[in-house]
Structure formats: C-alpha cells, structure tokens
C-alpha cells in the first residue's frame, strides 16, 4: 500500500515538474524599457511581478513624488531587493516605454 503511495506521489511531482519547467508555461520573453515617471499602469504590468495593483501603487507614488533613481522603487511597500533586482534591466528614468512581451515566432527567428 505505501509503496503505490510512494510511487503515485513521485509521478505526480514528475508531471507537475514537465508542466511548469515546458515553454507553454514559462515567462514570457521582453525586451524594451519602462520610464518609471511616465508609464501607464498597463506598461507597468508588463514588468515581471507587477500586477495591476502594484503598478497603480507605483502610479500613484510618482503622482507625489517622481522617480530620481530607479532603485527607488524599493521605496514602495510589496517591491523589495528580489523583486528590483528582476526589474532594474527594464526601469529607466528617460525615454520612451519601448517594453514589450516578444512573440514566440519572432524569437525562433532571432540569432
């Protein structure tokens, strides 16, 4: 009996590892940047762990206080060091918002 157990919870911990390690679920691919003062909630939700109330946050504190420096982000309460650290290739101060999720097909065909 335990060792059908054993054997059904190694499978299952299989399954579940093909599930989430296949493309079909990985993160999308992005490229481009965010301007921390100027995009909109929707740019914002592009950035990886930032839902749609991380980013009105994000909108809202810039309302009282623009960006100086991109790591200032820290600053808003749910953003740490982890979650800047995935954000900061993506964040800048000047320019437009260029970021953008990259089509599966448009990578195959990227050297």
Do not use: C, H, W
């Not at 979650?83 to 599966?104: C, D, H, I, S, W």
């Amino acid at each position: 009996m335990f060792k059908r157990i054993r054997t059904f919870l190694s499978l299952s911990t299989l399954a579940a590892t093909l599930l989430v390690a296949s493309p079909a679920f990985a993160a999308p691919t992005l490229e481009g940047q965010v301007n921390l003062n100027t995009a909109t909630v929707e740019q914002l939700e592009l950035l990886p762990g930032i839902g749609p109330a991380m980013a009105k946050k994000i909108v809202d504190y810039r309302a009282n206080k623009p960006f100086q420096e991109t790591n200032q982000i820290v600053r808003i309460k749910g953003i740490g060091p982890k979650t800047f650290a995935k954000l900061k290739q993506y964040l800048v101060l000047k320019g437009e918002n260029t970021l953008r999720e990259v089509p599966k097909d448009e990578l195959a065909t990227k050297p």
